[in-house]
Every structure is written in C-alpha cells, then in structure tokens.
C-alpha cells in the first residue's frame, strides 16, 4: 500500500498547501497488477459498460454520455482502421502493378535488342517459310 506523503509546495503568510494523491493512487495497485486488473477501476467496468437500468417490456436502454463517447470513439478508430488498411492494399497492388510494367519494358527492350540482320535472317525466314509449306 502506498504511503501517504504529505508534502508542502507552497508557503503562504496565512497557511501551507498540501499536495493531495488521487483516489485511484490510493489502492493497492500491486494487488490489482496481480489480478490483472486495470489501474483505474471506474475506467472499464460492468458499472460504467452496462446500461443504468433496463425496461421490464424489453425496450433498449437509452445511452449513457460515456457510453456514446465511447461508442463514437471506436467508430473513429474503426474508420481510422479501414482508411489505412484501403491504403495499404492500394499500395500493394499499385507496387505489383509498377513490378510487372517493368518487367514488360525490359522485356520489349530485350525483344527489340536482338534482332538477326543479314544474311541470318533470310535464312530464318527460307526455313520458316518451309515449314509452314510443308505443313
């Protein structure tokens, strides 16, 4: 348990100020580690997720106003979420794209580096034409 400490910040003519430690400060916090508990027990809790009351006919309970902010917290992370997974598969897919198109060109440069001239390509085309005569 933590010990309490009084400390004095400021010294005025008529009396001192004394620091003051949180409420959650004052549990056992090594206790609440053990549990695997969080450190501010009203953060996450049945009492502060759950609804205050419930209607006996079935209707839904109204939001609380942490409720909502929560609620509209988490959508904003869930659209923050989608954004930048939509971005990433752009840039996966642009990136394959931009890979393949250069493999393309340096196949057409290649293509078009090695061309017979002369004599070795009459030849190619006499043979060619043979076969296809034949055929």
Same mark, same amino acid.
């Given at each position: @348990? ?5 400390? /004095? ?6 009396? $001192? +100020?004394?620091?003051? #430690? ?8 090594? #206790?609440?580690?053990?549990? =695997?508990?969080? &450190? ?7 009492? &502060?997720?759950? !609804?205050?009351?419930? /209607? @006996?006919? *079935?209707?839904?309970?109204?939001? *609380?106003?942490?409720?909502? +902010? +929560?609620?509209?917290?988490? =959508?904003? $992370? &869930?659209? /923050? ?9 752009? !840039? ?7 890979? &393949?198109? !250069?493999?393309?060109?340096? !196949? ?7 061309? @017979? ?19």
């Amino acid at each position: @348990m933590l010990q309490t400490i009084n400390k /004095y910040l400021v010294k005025s003519s008529t009396s $001192f +100020r004394k620091f003051h #430690w949180t409420a959650n400060l004052k549990i056992d916090q090594k #206790w609440r580690r053990e549990m =695997r508990l969080p &450190t501010n027990p009203n953060k996450e809790s049945p009492l &502060t997720c759950l !609804a205050d009351f419930t /209607y @006996m006919d *079935g209707r839904q309970t109204p939001l *609380g106003k942490n409720q909502k +902010r +929560r609620l509209m917290q988490q =959508r904003k $992370f &869930t659209q /923050y979420i989608v954004k930048g997974i939509s971005e990433i598969d752009f !840039a996966v897919e642009r990136f394959e794209r931009l890979q &393949t198109e !250069a493999k393309q060109k340096r !196949a057409e440069i290649s293509d078009s580096k090695l061309k @017979m001239k002369g004599f070795k390509l009459l030849q190619k085309q006499k043979v060619e034409d043979s076969d296809n005569i034949k055929e």
